[in-house]
């Protein structure tokens, strides 16, 4: 590679750096500082011993940034998903089905802890086998901003 290469290959990368850059700064909302609250819309999935309920956000922003979050998932009928989540009578019956309702359960607070750390719901990355959660999530995240929105 001569220096003539090197050189263009090095403006290249500068005026890609650049405009990623502005593409950035450039479309980025503004938010209210307060807390916002929204919920996904119901979802049902009635074959293969499935699951249905809702998701629940609730987001503080400060300072124009996600300053903290929980998320919630909820049976149709408004009961938390929680530690008997995936039991029937409070027996497991199904391990399988546990084991997946309880890795969807965990998935709750990585989502919220991922969109305070990177700031965008689009930067968080979806757990194996919690991808409902994680569309409810995102979904309820931005009904959330877009009543902050400035």
Do not use: P, W
């Not at 922003?61 to 008997?84: Q, V």
């Not at 029937?88 to 089905?97: A, H, L, P, T």
């Amino acid at each position: 590679m001569n220096i003539r290469m090197i050189k263009l290959l090095c403006l290249s990368a500068a005026v890609a750096a650049s405009s990623a850059l502005c593409l950035c700064s450039c479309g980025s909302k503004t938010y209210k500082d307060g807390t916002y609250t929204a919920r996904s819309a119901e979802f049902t999935e009635e074959q293969d011993g499935g699951g249905s309920g809702y998701g629940e956000v609730e987001l503080t922003i400060s300072g124009g940034k996600i300053t903290s979050c929980t998320f919630k998932t909820y049976e149709l009928d408004g009961t938390l998903k929680g530690e008997d989540y995936g039991k029937e009578n409070g027996e497991i019956k199904n391990r399988d089905y546990y084991n997946k309702a309880q890795k969807a359960n965990a998935a709750r607070a990585v989502y919220a802890e991922e969109l305070v750390n990177k700031g965008s719901a689009d930067q968080v990355d979806a757990v194996s086998g919690a991808t409902i959660n994680y569309d409810q999530f995102t979904e309820a995240v931005a009904a959330a901003l877009a009543q902050a929105e400035e």
